[in-house]
């Protein structure tokens, strides 16, 4: 079990990377449980981009059963965005961010 | 009427009740005719008629039966004596001549031992027993129904009883079935025939009557539904015209004989009800959105609820988490407040337990939520505990409010919790794969460049490599970018302008080739460019200031050419500056062993030489990609780094605590205590070369100032002061491709780290040196901080600090060893298969040979060592015994250097600080000494060396055998020189030195023979190729003004990774600094053979002349 304190402070990182428009985590009910940004994109987000993970997870499963989808990137013309889902049951969630790979 | 389906009727019946509902009634129809027929047949005919027959166009006969037997008025007369109370007439025969037959014998009940008349399809050849049956089964189900015999009346059904007399039913019934084709009705027959001819008993009463009732299917025979037309319409007259005729058949019927009425029962079907037994389904939902300022409340009360004492929330917090509970329960879907109350539940579910049993008290399903969202925290004890403390608190919340406080209670040790959603498992990872993620997407043109996959951008368009706060760095890259990669040797001080500038032109020109501006690099024509190239082609050596003169305007004409006029004034400026210290510089500071003239002849050789060779090269150059560094290592001095032997994408960085910072708490200390305890507690380290160390360390740092030595002197003797005292703490990073801003691992160090080195044999070991003289080995795997083994003072720690470590793989049937070497003179070799066990394989003695031209040098330096010694000592206020004891060694170094001969007075013994393995032999190595000699030895010998090397008059600080030529080496030293040796030859076959700064560290480039890399303490990074010039490195890099302690070249990318002391790792790309591509090796080996000759040639040329 990794440092807690870790995680909180590797979360304020990612935050603070350049780029880096926003995080949100999901829990398995859809319910964003930690989130940088405003309550609608919050909800877009995580209404959105679980629905996609999970088809594209349906996707990966197809093709083979035993294997499993780790990382989903999604490269728009203004941003990235990059989710790390976690299927497992009991500690399923999603984790989202948002980063505009242009900005220098 | 609109004719139903049915019967087509010849005969003048019409239907009782026209428009029935379907399905809804049965409907029995008679008409006198109907009667008749079936009367003629049975019995005489009253009526003396013929019988009608209706055949439908099927040609079934569809002759309607009666429904009733009618008996002929004799035999009801003679049954009636029987039967007569149970016979019930109905009187609502207004026919005369059916009067008498209905009244008496309409009625009769028939007893049936068997229903053998039961007709069971809907076979139009049945019909006349289906016809029957009906009345019969339904009167019989009416009698069993209500047990009782009273007629029924009002009904047009006969009843007709049958008498025990079976053989006549059985035969009635099998004649019924067997005769149902000719059409009779033979179970009327036969009960008409019996109930007159038999007649009951008393013994009939006693014997066993067997009732069978069946049900038998509806018959429709006429149905007519009722039709709305509109008036107006066709049919609606043909309607009125139907109606009208409808209408005057009733009215004649009346007055007509042909019409007789009769009254028929109809049945309305009893309507089943079915019960159907369910539970009601209940359904609940939960949603939960947290808006901003909700996380904000809070985390707000979070922090209040950790900040305030435990006690205290018992009574003050209890309230406000009911409220909140049934404020959800009364608004049922009210979401906002829901996913506050959720929010905070779940918030202080974790903070404050009684918060969450006080909710869970009032409202169960809020309790439910909590206690779910505990559990996918996967709070392994305490979820636990919360829940059973909300069922406690639920359970005795009626009645009073003491088993929520007793819950409370029980949770209330539990102190102040993370955030819940940092208890994810595996969120760690999937934040780490994601920051590598973030990572990457910033720095991909980067890495596309480590990887050799992009070309470097044009220096043009390159970040600004030189000193943002050097005011004179930016107005050049301002005025002329073209030759910005070039002047990135701007000074970091301006005191030291004077010479930087003008090395930085000098080597440009050196490296520039005849035919730049043909180059791709076109914007490489600047001011400098265009200098650096008319001074090269020059021939002439008519002294720095002609070639100045006759550079200054091609500058200023490139310039022009190539910018608009605006912006050419301060390019040109720029440029006449650059050249007049030109001019200037090679009076000033060429080595002392060469004549000024020689050199400069000697440069120019090279120079045309190494175009002569390398063509139309373009020039050489630096890029800065990336810079490891964290907050976490910001301001810690990387002593070391060392990449992963089997991950080449992975490096390890060794760092030691921040000298000002240590400094700062030394000095606190020592303002808080009377001088003599802090000398005390110095001395009282009990390290015996202590004293020593400091001396060294001074006279590093008092050397690597330079000029001013004054503040900064005192400064570093105070770091020097702290590191003696032991406050000093090390850090391992391992940092990665993937993640540029973040260590993918990282962990401290109780001292600080001064070498490091992956294994080449189990990659995931980590050998680690520190300042202590503590060796420990690392597992990376484990991500554990404490090493899996470490030497102690019993198991023969080094005295001193740990310069050097590397493993040595000899070959798979022998063991790895960690080889380490300390100032304490020891060269120990450490195997860790059973435990950490070591092996000296030399204690470096003070060598009695000593070249006696270096003899004066080395006085000088020791006594440079001295005075930074006395600094030190002045600086750190050591009481008189320290400092005398501090001066006596100085005094007995001074004398062991400068004397030669014999024996210093404390040790016999010199400091190792670096050494290498040779490549062909992994018996042979080098050691390199704190009093500047190099000796190769031997593991096989552990008294003597095999030679020794002299000529540095400082500390050789690092060493490294050629990989082109295996014989040859390269040593760099405190005494600014960077020198290459050969085996067998006791001094260096060429030296090298740019500026006044210690020489830190040196390494050869791995894709070029006659390249290698040095970093200086002025923190400048050169690349030298002695192929091209031995006088100034053909690309030099300043980079910060903290000293560059380590540099080392990846493996397989034109990369070069510099340590700073300000606790980055700068990762730089080569540009055009590796050998072509498809060169062999050993080309590269004859170009290094060619390259060795010529300038050694020079060199002793030059010696001699």
């Given at each position: 079990m990794a440092d807690l304190a870790a995680v909180e402070e590797t979360f304020k990182r990612i935050q603070s990377h350049k780029g880096v428009i926003g995080v949100v985590i999901i829990n398995s009910d859809g319910i964003p449980i930690r989130t940088t940004f405003d309550n609608d994109l919050t909800v877009q987000y995580a209404a959105l981009v679980s629905q996609f993970t999970v088809k594209a997870r349906s996707a990966v499963k197809n093709l083979d059963p035993e294997d499993e989808l780790k990382f989903v990137r999604i490269r728009s013309k203004k941003h990235e965005i990059m989710i790390a889902p976690e299927f497992e049951r009991q500690r399923e969630y999603y984790l989202i961010v948002v980063q505009d790979p242009s900005t220098d | 009427m609109p004719a139903g389906h049915g019967p087509r009727v010849t005969g003048g019946w019409g239907p009782n009740r026209p428009g029935g509902v379907p399905g809804g009634s049965r409907r029995s129809y008679r008409s006198s005719n109907v009667r008749r027929s079936t009367s003629s047949r049975t019995h005489d005919m009253v009526d003396g008629l013929a019988p009608i027959k209706l055949i439908d166009e099927q040609g079934v006969n569809r002759t309607p039966k009666p429904l009733v037997a009618i008996v002929t008025s004799a035999a009801l007369r003679q049954a009636r004596g029987i039967v007569t109370e149970e016979s019930v007439a109905g009187s609502d025969a207004g026919d005369g001549l059916f009067g008498e037959g209905r009244s008496s014998a309409g009625f009769s009940r028939g007893w049936f031992d068997s229903g053998t008349a039961t007709p069971q399809e809907a076979d139009p050849q049945e019909y006349q027993g289906r016809m029957m049956v009906p009345s019969n089964a339904a009167i019989a189900s009416s009698l069993a129904a209500d047990r009782s015999l009273t007629a029924i009346g009002g009904s047009s059904m006969g009843v007709s009883m049958f008498s025990s007399n079976r053989q006549s039913n059985d035969t009635a019934g099998s004649q019924s079935s067997s005769a149902r084709p000719t059409g009779t009705p033979p179970a009327a027959s036969a009960a008409a025939t019996a109930a007159a001819a038999v007649f009951l008993n008393e013994d009939d009463l006693s014997k066993p009557h067997k009732v069978l009732l069946q049900d038998s299917g509806t018959v429709f025979m006429w149905e007519v539904p009722g039709v709305v037309v509109a008036a107006d319409s066709a049919e609606g007259s043909q309607v009125a015209a139907a109606n009208s005729q409808y209408a005057a058949q009733l009215a004649a019927r009346d007055a007509s004989d042909k019409f007789t009425a009769s009254s028929c029962q109809t049945l309305v079907p009893l309507r089943k009800h079915r019960e159907v037994q369910s539970g009601t389904s209940s359904s609940s939902d939960a949603g939960c959105q947290a808006s901003r300022w909700d996380i904000d409340d809070s985390y707000a009360a979070l922090e209040r609820s950790s900040a305030d004492d435990g006690e205290e929330q018992l009574g003050s917090v209890l309230p406000s988490g009911a409220v909140v509970a049934t404020g959800v329960h009364s608004n049922g879907y009210h979401s906002s407040s829901q996913q506050a109350s959720f929010m905070r539940s779940s918030q202080q579910n974790w903070g404050r337990p009684s918060n969450m049993s006080a909710a869970a008290g009032s409202n169960r399903r809020t309790t439910n939520l909590d206690s779910c969202v505990a559990g996918a925290w996967g709070r392994p004890s305490s979820s636990m505990r919360g829940s059973q403390a909300g069922n406690r608190g639920e359970a005795s919340y009626s009645g009073s409010t003491t088993g929520a406080a007793a819950a409370a209670a029980l949770l209330a040790a539990a102190g102040p919790q993370p955030e819940p959603w940092t208890r994810l498992a595996g969120l760690a990872e999937a934040l780490a794969v994601m920051e590598a993620a973030v990572s990457q997407n910033i720095f991909l043109p980067q890495l596309l460049q480590y990887r050799d996959i992009k070309p470097p951008l044009p220096p043009s368009s390159q970040p600004s490599a030189v000193l943002p706060d050097d005011p004179l760095a930016a107005g050049a890259s301002t005025s002329s970018t073209g030759s910005q990669q070039l002047a990135v040797a701007l000074p970091p001080t301006p005191g030291m302008m004077s010479s930087r500038p003008s090395v930085a032109l000098l080597s440009s020109r050196g490296a520039a080739a005849d035919a730049w501006a043909s180059?791709?690099?076109?914007?490489?024509?600047g001011a400098g460019t265009a200098a650096g190239s008319t001074a090269g082609v020059t021939p002439s050596l008519g002294g720095g200031a002609s070639a100045a003169g006759a550079a200054t305007p091609g500058a200023a004409s490139a310039a022009g050419g190539l910018r608009p006029a605006g912006s050419m004034t301060p390019g040109s400026l720029a440029g006449a500056a650059g050249l007049s210290q030109l001019s200037r510089r090679p009076s000033q500071q060429l080595p002392a062993a060469e004549g000024a003239g020689g050199s400069r002849q000697s440069s120019f050789v090279s120079m045309s030489s190494s175009r002569l060779m390398r063509g139309s090269r373009p020039p050489a150059g630096l890029q800065l990609l990336w810079t490891w560094s964290c907050s976490l290592t910001e301001g810690m001095p990387v002593t070391s780094i060392a990449w992963n032997s089997a991950n080449t994408n992975l490096i390890a960085a060794g760092y030691r605590a921040n000298p000002a910072a240590a400094a700062a708490a030394a000095e606190a200390e020592a303002a808080g205590r009377p001088p003599g305890s802090a000398g005390s507690s110095s001395s009282s380290a009990g390290r015996p070369a202590t004293a020593a160390r400091s001396i060294r360390e001074s006279m590093k740092i008092g050397v690597g100032a330079g000029e001013d030595a004054g503040a900064a002197g005192a400064s570093a003797a105070a770091a020097a002061a702290a590191e003696v005292a032991g406050i000093t703490g090390g850090r391992v990073a391992l940092w990665s491709l993937k993640n540029q801003l973040h260590p993918i691992w990282t962990f401290e160090t109780k001292s600080a780290v001064t070498a490091l080195d992956f294994s080449q044999r189990n990659p995931h070991i980590l050998g680690v040196g520190t300042h202590d003289g503590t060796i420990a080995v690392y597992d990376v795997r484990l991500r554990q901080p404490t090493p899996l083994m470490a030497s102690t003072a019993d198991t023969g720690k080094h005295a001193d600090p740990v310069w050097k470590v590397r493993w040595l793989d000899r070959g798979p049937e022998r063991e790895e060893l960690l080889v380490s070497i300390s100032t304490d003179g020891k060269v120990k070799a450490w195997t860790i298969a059973k435990g950490l066990e070591h092996s000296t394989l030399i204690t470096l003695k003070r060598t009695s040979k000593r070249l006696t031209s270096a003899g004066g040098s080395s006085s000088a330096a020791a006594g440079v060592a001295a005075a930074a010694a006395g600094a030190a000592a002045a600086a750190v206020g050591l009481p008189a015994g320290s400092g005398a004891k501090a001066a006596a060694t100085v005094a007995a170094l001074r004398h062991g250097v400068a004397g030669g001969d014999r024996d210093a007075l404390i040790s016999r013994n010199t400091g190792g600080m670096s050494f290498d393995f040779s490549s062909t032999d992994s018996r042979i190595y080098l050691a390199g000494t704190e009093d500047g000699h190099i000796h190769k030895c031997s593991t096989s010998y552990s008294e003597q060396y095999l030679e020794s090397y002299s000529g540095h008059i400082g500390p050789v600080y690092a060493l490294q055998w050629s990989p082109f030529a295996p014989n040859l080496f390269l040593s760099c030293s405190g005494d600014w020189t960077i020198r290459m040796w050969q085996e067998g030859r006791q001094q260096q076959l060429l030296s090298f030195q740019s500026s006044n700064e210690e020489v830190l560290d040196v390494q050869w480039c791995p894709s070029n023979s006659t390249c290698f890399g040095a970093v200086t303490a002025g923190g400048r990074l050169e690349l030298w190729d002695f192929g091209a010039n031995t006088l100034r490195p053909v690309v030099q890099h300043a980079s910060t003004k903290c000293a560059m302690t380590a540099l080392l070249f990846a493996k397989d990318a034109p990369v070069v990774v510099a340590a700073s002391d300000a606790g980055g790792l700068l990762v730089f790309r080569l540009v055009n600094v590796a050998a072509d591509r498809f060169e062999p090796p050993e080309l590269q080996q004859t170009r290094l053979e060619e390259a060795l000759r010529a300038n050694v040639m020079k060199a002793a040329l030059s010696g001699a002349g």
């Open positions: - | 180059s791709p690099h076109g914007s490489f024509g």
